[in-house]
C-alpha cells in the first residue's frame, strides 16, 4: 500500500494534477427528481413526525411512484433512528421497482449501513456503484477509520485515488486519523505530501487531523510546527496539541499552552479539561486541578462520565481521596472507568481494605468488572499486604469469572507474594505462569529480594533483567543495594564497572515542591538552587531535633563503603530531604507539605519524614513513582509496607 501512494506521489499527472476544486455530480438532474412525479409530501410528513412504520406501510402502497424526495426521506430517518432492517427494506423497495438511485441515496445507503454498524452491507453498496463521488468514498473510509479498521480505511483511500477521484478536506481528515500503530508515521507523511499537493495544510480540518497524527507519534515538535502554521484555530485544533503533549507526559508544556491559548481567548470543551487535568495529574499540580474544576464548574458544560473520570484521577494522583471520592458519589452515571479509577486511586495510596470494600459494592450494583477491575485489586491488595485477599481475588477470576487472567495480573501476584516476604514462593508462581515473564515481572521479585535480602534469588533475577534490558540501569542499583545491605562492597564495584563497561546511565534522583506558584526542583547534593544554604542548615536543624526524638539513619542506603559519617552526609544531601526542608521554611504551620519524586522513596528518607511529621507537628505527602505516603504524627498511611 506505501509503494502505490508512493508511485502516485511520483506520478502526480495520474491523479489528474492535484488541486483543490469541487466535485461535480455527475448524475443530471432529471434522474435524481423525475419531474413526472411531484416531491411525495405524505412520506415526507410521516418520517417528519418519526412514524417509520407508517412511512414504509406508505412506501409499500405508493409502490413505483415513490422517486427521489420519498426515498430520501425514508433514509434519513433509518439513519436517525439506526434501523437497518427497515433501511433494508428501503433498499429492497428500490430493486423491486426498478427505481435507479443517484449516487446521493446511495451514498445515503452508506450512511445508514454505517450508522448500524453494518460495514459489510456498506461496502456492498460501495463496490455496486457505477459511479462514486468523493462524498461516497469519504463516508466508507471514516467507517473504517472510526471503527479502528487502519488497513481498510488506507487500501480503500488508495484505490480511491487510482479511479481518480480527487480527496477533499473531509477525506483527508479522516483517512489521517488511520495513520496510526507500526506505520502509522510513513502513511501518514504519505498522506501529509498529497495534502500539500492539493494545498490542504492551512485547512483547519486537515491541520488539526495533521498535528495530532503526528503527535502520536511521539514527534510533537514537528505537531506544534503545523499547530503554529494554521491561519485559524478552533476548539478542536488546541484540544489536539494540548491532548499531545499530555499524552506523552510532557505536562509543563501543555499546561503552558493551555494558559497561552486561554490568553488568547481559546474556547474549551471538555476534551480540553480533560487533557489539561490529565496533565495536572502527571505533575501532582492539586491547585492547579482544582482550578481546572472551578472552570469546568462555572463553564456549566454537561455531566460527561469521561470529564468527571478525570477528575477521579487527577484527585487521587494529587493525593487528595476525599475530593476522588466526592465526585464518584455524585456521579449520576458512572461506567467500569469510574469504579477502576476510584479502585486504582485508594490502591495507590495502599488502602486496600477501602479497594475490597468498593470491588464489593461494584459486585452488588451488578457492574460487570474487566481486566483493569481485577489488576487494580489485585495492585490494591498488594500494596495493603492482603496476601489471602488478593489470592483470593485472583483465584475469583481464573475460576469464576468470563476473563482470562493476563501476565499483567499474574504479574501482581508476583509482587503481592515478593512484598510480603514470600520470595520464594513468587520465584515458584513464575516458574508456573503460562506465560514468559517479563521483564516487569522480573523487577518486581528483584525489588522484593532487596527489601527482604534474598541474595540468591535476586542474582538470578537479575542476570535475567541484564539480558532483556541491558540498558535499564535501575537494575543494577538494585542489585547494588542487595550486595552493599549485606556488605558485599567487592560485588558493588564489580557491578558499577559493569555498568560503565556497557554505558549504562543511572537516572538522577529528583524531586519536586511546589510553592507561591512555583515548582522547585532539587536533584541530589543540590549545589544550585537559590537557598542551598539555608536548605542545608535546615537540614541538620531537623537531623538533631530528630535524633534526640530517636531516629537513627539507616546507612545500609548508601551504596559506597565509606565511613559512617560521611555516609550520613550523603543520606542528607538525598533530593526528598532538601525538598522537605525547604517546604519547612517556605510554608507556615497547619499547612501540608506535598512532596513528588521521580524514583522509588528510599528506606531512610521514608523515616526521616515520620520523624519530621513527629517533632515538626507537621503533615507531610509524599509521592514517589509507586505510591503515596501521607505522614502524620509520625505514623505513615503505607503502614510502613511499600
Known sequence: MLRKITD?????????????????????????INPQFPPDSSLKALCIKG?????????????????????????????????????????????????????????????????????????????????RNVVSWTAMISAYAQRGHRSEALNLFVHMLETGTLPNEFTFATVLTAC???????????????????????????????????????????????????????????????AGYAQLGLDEEALELFRQLQKEGMSSNYVT????????????????????????????????????????????????????????????????????????????????????????????????????TFMAVLSGCSHG?????????????????DIEPEIEHYGCVVDLLGRAGQ?????????????????AIWGSLLGACRVHANVPIGEYVAERLFEIEPQNAGNYVILSNIYAAT??????????????????????????????????????????????????????????????????PDL???LHDVDDEQKERILLSHSEKLAMAFGLMGTPQGFPIRVVKNLRICVDCHNFAKFVSKVCGRELSLRDCNRFHHISGGVCSCGDYW
Open 8 to 32: 502516485l506521489l511520483l506520478h502526480p499527472s495520474r491523479l489528474s494534477s492535484l488541486v483543490p476544486q469541487s466535485i461535480p455530480c455527475k448524475t443530471p438532474i432529471s434522474r435524481r
Open 385 to 401: 499486604g492482603l496476601v489471602d485477599e488478593g489470592l483470593e481475588t485472583f483465584n475469583m477470576m481464573v475460576h469464576g469469572q
Open 556 to 558: 545500609s542506603c548508601v
Open 180 to 242: 496510526n500503530g507500526p506505520f502509522g508515521l510513513e502513511y501518514g507523511r504519505q498522506v501529509h505530501s498529497l495534502v500539500i499537493k492539493s494545498n490542504f495544510e492551512s485547512h483547519i480540518f486537515v491541520g488539526s487531523s495533521l498535528l495530532d497524527m503526528y503527535a502520536k507519534a511521539s514527534r510533537i515538535h514537528e505537531a506544534r510546527g503545523i499547530f503554529d502554521k494554521l491561519p485559524g484555530r478552533d476548539v478542536v485544533s488546541c484540544t489536539a496539541i494540548i
Open 487 to 552: 556488605g558485599r562492597w567487592e560485588d558493588v564495584i564489580n557491578v558499577r564497572k559493569l555498568m560503565k563497561k556497557k554505558t549504562v546511565m543511572k537516572e538522577p534522583g529528583q524531586s519536586w515542591i511546589k510553592l507561591d506558584r512555583t515548582v522547585h526542583t532539587f536533584h541530589v547534593r543540590d549545589k544550585f538552587h537559590p537557598k542551598r544554604e539555608e536548605i542545608s542548615a535546615k537540614i541538620w536543624e531537623l537531623s538533631v531535633k530528630i535524633k534526640e526524638a530517636g531516629y537513627i
Open 273 to 372: 479539561y480533560t487533557s489539561v487535568l490529565t496533565a495536572s495529574s502527571g505533575l501532582s499540580a492539586l491547585d492547579y486541578g482544582r482550578q481546572m474544576h472551578n472552570r469546568i464548574i462555572r463553564s456549566e458544560l454537561p455531566s460527561y462520565v469521561v470529564l468527571q473520570n478525570s477528575l477521579i484521577d487527577m484527585y487521587s494522583k494529587c493525593g487528595n481521596l476525599i475530593y476522588s471520592r466526592r465526585v464518584f458519589d455524585n456521579m449520576s452515571e458512572r461506567t467500569v472507568i469510574s469504579w477502576n479509577a476510584m479502585l486504582v486511586g485508594y490502591g495507590k495510596h495502599g488502602l486496600g481494605r477501602q479497594v475490597l470494600e468498593l470491588f464489593e459494592s461494584m459486585r452488588r450494583e451488578e457492574v460487570r468488572p474487566d481486566s483493569v
Open 51 to 131: 412514524s417509520l412504520k407508517e412511512a414504509l406501510l406508505e412506501m409499500a402502497i405508493q409502490g413505483a411512484r415513490v422517486k427521489f424526495d420519498g426515498y430520501d426521506s425514508l433514509l434519513t430517518e433509518c439513519v436517525n433512528q439506526k434501523a437497518i432492517r427497515e433501511g433494508q427494506r428501503v433498499q429492497g423497495h428500490m430493486i423491486k421497482t426498478r427505481y435507479l438511485p443517484p449516487i446521493y441515496l446511495k451514498t445515503r445507503l452508506i450512511v445508514m449501513y454505517v450508522k448500524c454498524d453494518s460495514l459489510e452491507d456498506a461496502r456492498q453498496v460501495l463496490d455496486g456503484m457505477s459511479e
Open 423 to 439: 520470595v520464594d514462593k513468587a520465584f515458584a508462581f513464575i516458574k508456573q505462569m503460562p506465560f514468559e515473564p517479563t521483564a
